[in-house]
Structure formats: structure tokens, C-alpha cells
């Protein structure tokens, strides 16, 4: 036991390294050699490879997540304008396409000096005196005109003509006899497009009404009156007269032909007449 006041002797561990100082010399040389082959063989080993990971269990997988989509980013630069498409030039015409030449504009039939001629189928009435004419008088009537169309729609002329009809009663046969002179007007609303006419006339004319018995007859004359209304075809025109105007026409004509009494209770007679017109249009 150590005395009081001092503390006991320490005592060291041996070591490898550091060998107790009782080693003689050549143990000490020796202990080193051993340590510094120690040393090398731990330095010059070959660093070992690490594990390769266990593959992992199928409940261990789970699904990659999904990528997400980074929107780009917004450039202050516009984009380019887009190529402009040029319309290509027409093909020029063919060789017939400018050969060709331009259609000729259409030219009116109604036009010129004219001539015309209407046969028509009448019915009518009279009234005379000193002769009872209760019923209506049927017959036919041939009308002559001969005028010019001073304007597109405006023709200006003379017609005259006249017509015999008839009416049967118990044990009398009357016949009336009539015509008459006029100036006549033809108005013709669309000469671009229809070839129809309206016509209306004045002049003067007279008739007498004779009975079957009787010697003696009583008629009317004065003021005559007219209006009627003609639609004309051009057979053939384009055919004779496809750059020229005018032609000959052919159709339907309808009319009225008035002589007015001088007073009340006098003579008067109103025809109405359906028939077929021709005229004959030289042109302008």
C-alpha cells in the first residue's frame, strides 16, 4: 500500500507497437518489421465491391409516378405571319373562246312601219229605231291597219274596216251591217320582253239594220270608239331576221267597238270580238 499523500504507480498496457522497455534491442527491431508488413498488406488489399441490392418483393413495387407537363413558358416574340397564297393569273382563252365574237343584243319584233290585218268572230247589240232588236247579233267583222311605232313603246296609225252579223227571231231574220273609220294608238308596255299590245282608237262610223219583210231599214252613225288588246309570235324571225328588227306576227286579239247614242233613247251598237291578228313589222 502506497504511502499517504502519494499517489500509486501508473501502469502501462504492452503494446504492439510500443513494446515494453524491457525488449532488447533486437526484439524492438523485429516488432517493427512486423508492424510496417502489417501496415503494407492492410494498404495494398483491393477495396472490396459493395453488395448488389436484393431485388424487391412484388408488394415492394409500386407504380412510377406520372410525368407532369411543364407548360413553356410565353415568349414576347410573335409568331411569324403566315405565307400569303397568291391567286394564279386565269388561263388565257382559248383559241374559239377569242374567236368567238359577243352575242348581239335582241332586237324588238314590234318596230317600224307596220301593216295588219284582223279577222274576228263578233257578238253584239243594237238599237235602232222604227225595229225591235231585243236579242244579240252574231257575225264576223275584217279589220285593215296600217301605222309606224314612232317609239319603243308607242305606235301611232289609221285602221278601218267593217262586219256583218245576224239575228234570228220567230218569223223575222235581221241583219246589221256595220263599219267605220280610226285613228289607232298601240301601246306596247315591255318591248324587251313581250310582244304584247294594247290598243285604243277613235273615229266615226255608221250600220243599219235591215229585217227580212220589211223594205225599209233604220241604222245609227257618229262617234266610234275602240279598245283591244294583242299578244303577236314571231315564227321564224331568228331564223330571217336574227340581227334586224321587225318580222312578221302572228296571235290572239281581243276587243270591244262602241257607237256611242248622239242622245238618250238614239241608235247605238256595242260589238265585242274575238280573232286572229297579223302584221308585218319592216323595222326601224
Known amino acids: 500500500m502506497a504511502p499517504l499523500g502519494h499517489a500509486p504507480p501508473v501502469q502501462r498496457r504492452p503494446s504492439a507497437f510500443w513494446p515494453p522497455r524491457s525488449f532488447t534491442g533486437a526484439g524492438r527491431l523485429a516488432t517493427a518489421v512486423a508492424a510496417l508488413s502489417w501496415s503494407n498488406a492492410v494498404h495494398a ?23 407532369i407537363a411543364v407548360a413553356a413558358p410565353e415568349s414576347d416574340t410573335p409568331p411569324p405571319p403566315a405565307p400569303r397564297l397568291e391567286t394564279p393569273p386565269p388561263a388565257p382563252p382559248t383559241t374559239s373562246e377569242a374567236a368567238a365574237p ?7 319584233r314590234i318596230d317600224g312601219v307596220y301593216l295588219g290585218l284582223t279577222v274576228a268572230g263578233t257578238v253584239g247589240t243594237v238599237r235602232v229605231n222604227n225595229i225591235d232588236t231585243p236579242g244579240a247579233f ?3 267583222m275584217l279589220h285593215g291597219r296600217v301605222g309606224q311605232m314612232v317609239l319603243p313603246w308607242l305606235g301611232l296609225g289609221l285602221q278601218g274596216g267593217g262586219g256583218i252579223s245576224y239575228r234570228s227571231a220567230p218569223g223575222a231574220r235581221q241583219t246589221l251591217r256595220q263599219g267605220g273609220v280610226m285613228a289607232d294608238f298601240n301601246f306596247v308596255p315591255a318591248p ?3 310582244a ?3 290598243r285604243a282608237s277613235f273615229g266615226f262610223g255608221a250600220g243599219a239594220v235591215r229585217e227580212e219583210g220589211r223594205t225599209n231599214r233604220r241604222g245609227f252613225g257618229g262617234s266610234l270608239f275602240a279598245a283591244a288588246i294583242r299578244y303577236e309570235f314571231f315564227p321564224g324571225v331568228q331564223r330571217y331576221r336574227a340581227t334586224r328588227g321587225g318580222g312578221f306576227g302572228i ?6 267597238i262602241g257607237a256611242t ?4 233613247g238614239r241608235p247605238m251598237a256595242n260589238t265585242f270580238y274575238l280573232g286572229v291578228s297579223s302584221s308585218f313589222y319592216f323595222g326601224s
Do not use: F, H, I, V
Open 45 to 67: 488489399a483491393p477495396p472490396s465491391e459493395p453488395a448488389a441490392p436484393a431485388p424487391a418483393a412484388p408488394s415492394d413495387l409500386r407504380a412510377a409516378p406520372a410525368p
Open 138 to 140: 252574231g257575225g264576223w
Open 102 to 108: 359577243p352575242t348581239p343584243p335582241r332586237p324588238p
Open 251 to 256: 296571235g290572239p286579239e281581243l276587243g270591244w
Open 192 to 194: 324587251d320582253r313581250l
Open 261 to 264: 247614242p248622239a242622245a238618250a
Open 196 to 198: 304584247l299590245s294594247l
